[in-house]
């Protein structure tokens, strides 16, 4: 039993202390005026008369249903050729870069033999119609002193055994070769160390060198040289061994070996056009020979159609390389121009001529030979305006070959 009221008292308050207290109320919205309200999102139209318009729209014609086709065929097209011109630029130029390595090396491997020599200077004569080329050359078969090394071609201006003045006519249709002996007698210009005088070729350039050899000549035929080119004849002997040989015409019975045509390797080519004591006209007689096996080696390597097969003509370009000296100044696109500019040249359309000499060429004695001056204006008249064959048909007593 409890003792008293306050142990009665303390359950009841226990009680009172395990019940859980009542929620708190939850206060009232507060009303704002509508201008408050936030704006309503805005409502999406999902069609309107614009979207509807189509069927308003009249059905299109069937012309222009075909004037649309083709405007979208003519797109597609513009743009496939855009493309297939893009493709074809890359193509073309890996191509042209390829060409251009290789053109490279072939240049180099043919032309890694040619020689230079100083350019002419101190020039004589005019700029005339057409290209003007002093070709000079000598022959080792010839009893002379020896070619040695790459300033050899000093040799060939001491000692001319052919001296030969190419002109290529305006339109490149035609070429004629114009054949001075070695051993003419020419009016020699003043220079620096000696007065004007006759003499030959081999004085002029003994006192002089080659500006004043090239000057002789050119003052001679009053036309300037385009280009000056020496030949050492050794390479006229591989061209006719890598042509498997030439036929040359004979012109005249001499020195054991008949009139007529006849098949020489390099070896003999050299030998004939050699001064051989037996020769009666002497260097008339080897100028002869010279235009023949020249006529020869055309026929054979340009008629023949031989050049057409490109490892021949690599052979026949670099063995001319090898025996070849130009001027400094002409360089390799002058050079390819003019091998261009002859690419129609056929034996047909080549004539050899030689300078007109007197009526007793060796009057003079000691071997040099006299050349008919007047005629030999009308010649050179000829070629500085361009009309030699106009000259020749005129003149058909002018040996030609």
């Given at each position: 039993m409890p003792?008293?009221?306050?142990?009665?008292?303390?359950?009841?308050?226990?009680?009172?202390?395990?019940?859980?207290p009542a929620p708190a109320a939850k206060p009232l919205p507060v009303f704002r005026a509508l201008?408050?309200?936030?704006?309503?999102?805005?409502?999406?139209?999902?069609?309107?008369?614009?979207?509807?318009?189509?069927?308003?729209?009249?059905?299109?014609?069937?012309e222009e249903r075909e004037r649309r086709r083709a405007r979208r065929d003519e797109r597609r097209k513009k743009v496939h050729r855009r493309r297939r011109l893009r493709r074809a630029a890359k193509v073309?130029?890996?191509?042209?870069?390829?060409?251009?390595?290789?053109?490279?090396?072939?240049?180099?491997?043919?032309?890694?033999?040619?020689?230079?020599?100083?350019?002419?200077?101190?020039?004589?004569?005019?700029?005339?119609?057409g290209q003007n080329i002093l070709l000079v050359g000598r022959n080792p078969a010839e009893p002379e002193e020896a070619t040695i090394g790459r300033g050899g071609w000093r040799n060939a201006f001491k000692s001319s055994d052919l001296v030969m003045v190419l002109h290529l006519t305006r339109d490149n249709r035609a070429m004629f070769v114009i054949s001075i002996?070695?051993?003419?007698?020419?009016?020699?210009?003043?220079?620096?160390?000696?007065?004007?005088?006759?003499?030959?070729?081999?004085?002029?350039?003994?006192?002089?060198?080659?500006?004043l050899y090239v000057r002789t000549v050119e003052e001679f035929t009053g036309a300037r040289m385009d280009r000056?080119?020496?030949?050492?004849?050794?390479?006229?002997?591989?061209i006719a061994n890598h042509l498997?040989?030439?036929?040359?015409?004979?012109?005249?019975?001499?020195?054991?070996?008949?009139?007529?045509?006849?098949?020489?390797?390099?070896?003999?080519?050299?030998?004939y056009v050699a001064l051989n004591p037996c020769l009666p006209r002497h260097d008339l007689d080897r100028v002869d020979r010279q235009q023949s096996l020249l006529r020869?080696?055309?026929?054979?390597?340009?008629?023949?159609?031989?050049?057409?097969?490109?490892?021949?003509?690599?052979?026949?370009?670099?063995?001319?390389?090898?025996?070849?000296?130009?001027?400094?100044?002409?360089?390799?696109?002058?050079?390819?121009?003019?091998?261009?500019?002859?690419?129609?040249?056929?034996?047909?359309?080549?004539?050899?001529?030689?300078?007109?000499?007197?009526?007793?060429?060796f009057a003079g004695g000691n071997g040099a030979v006299l050349l008919d001056r007047a005629r030999g204006e009308e010649l050179f008249t000829a070629l500085r305006s361009d009309k030699l064959a106009e000259y020749l048909a005129l003149n058909k007593d002018i040996t030609t070959r």
């Open positions: 003792d008293g009221p306050d142990e009665q008292d303390a359950p009841e308050a226990s009680r009172e202390d395990d019940v859980a201008d408050d309200l936030p704006a309503a999102p805005p409502q999406v139209e999902l069609i309107n008369d614009r979207d509807l318009s189509w069927v308003d729209k009249p059905e299109i014609s069937d073309g130029g890996v191509l042209f870069a390829t060409f251009t390595i290789l053109f490279g090396f072939w240049a180099y491997w043919t032309l890694s033999g040619l020689q230079r020599m100083p350019a002419i200077e101190d020039r004589g004569g005019l700029n005339t119609p002996p070695g051993d003419s007698l020419l009016p020699i210009p003043a220079d620096g160390t000696s007065p004007a005088r006759q003499g030959l070729l081999s004085d002029a350039f003994a006192t002089g060198g080659q500006n000056v080119a020496v030949l050492d004849m050794n390479g006229l002997a591989e498997g040989g030439v036929i040359v015409e004979i012109p005249t019975q001499d020195c054991g070996l008949q009139a007529g045509p006849r098949k020489l390797d390099g070896a003999s080519a050299l030998e020869g080696l055309m026929r054979t390597a340009v008629d023949g159609n031989r050049i057409a097969n490109p490892f021949t003509l690599s052979r026949l370009l670099k063995s001319t390389a090898s025996h070849l000296t130009l001027e400094e100044d002409f360089g390799y696109p002058s050079m390819f121009g003019t091998m261009f500019s002859m690419r129609g040249l056929r034996s047909a359309t080549t004539t050899f001529l030689t300078v007109p000499t007197a009526g007793d060429p």
